[in-house]
């Protein structure tokens, strides 16, 4: 028993091939050379934390649904409590690049996403959430559409027709999924 153990052992490891290295569709791409991808069916559970002052739900919502509106045909984010990404309004901000309008971060294990933690400076910044500031203000919609890419695994792109463009001016507005967005959710998911 004990030596049929070892040999299996032994054939699982010489069996093991690194997967191929994925083409990668402007996702964030692992140390094994894949795509960063999350561990769940979709819809992927959102939760708005309690520190998000309701006046931004709307304009959450809208981000949430410009998602659910073009990928496919499923939903892509549920808002839920029992969460696996949660969106926090910072009021105080002490991180090093002091230009950011917000961060997300997420966590995985080699290319599997399991959390993401979106967090809104609200220190530093002040938001549009409809029509009405959108020229001086960051236009909040755009933000979260942007984030919500981020959760999703997307990495920045030099493309003016994408939500991951890197920079959002105050009253820029990108609420919209580009193109070349909707192309790379459906390489990646
Ligand atoms: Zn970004």
């Not at 991808?37 to 819809?43: C, L, R, S, V």
């Not at 960051?138 to 695994?153: K, N, Y």
């Not at 919209?176 to 959710?185: F, M, P, Q, R, S």
């Amino acid at each position: 028993m004990k030596y049929l153990l070892v040999t299996s052992l032994f054939i699982l490891t010489s069996c093991y091939r690194p997967p191929p290295s994925q083409q990668s569709c402007n996702f964030v791409i692992s140390k094994d050379s894949q795509r960063l991808h999350w561990n769940k069916e979709f819809p992927i559970k959102l939760h708005i934390d309690d520190s998000v002052p309701e006046i931004a739900y709307p304009a959450i919502n809208r981000a949430v649904m410009a998602f659910n509106d073009v990928i496919k045909d499923h939903q892509v984010f549920v808002f839920a409590d029992d969460s696996y990404a949660t969106i926090y309004w910072r009021n105080t901000w002490n991180r090093a690049i002091p230009n950011e309008e917000a961060v997300t971060t997420l966590n995985f294990i080699g290319s599997e996403i399991y959390k993401a933690t979106i967090e809104v400076d609200a220190y530093n910044f002040s938001f549009n959430y409809d029509y009405t500031d959108v020229f001086i203000k960051v236009d909040l919609e755009s933000l979260m559409i942007h984030e919500l890419g981020h959760v999703l695994g997307l990495a920045h792109i030099n493309s003016s027709g994408s939500v991951m463009y890197p920079t959002l001016n105050s009253g820029e507005i990108r609420r919209e999924l580009g193109i070349v967005d909707i192309n790379d959710l459906e390489c990646g998911y």
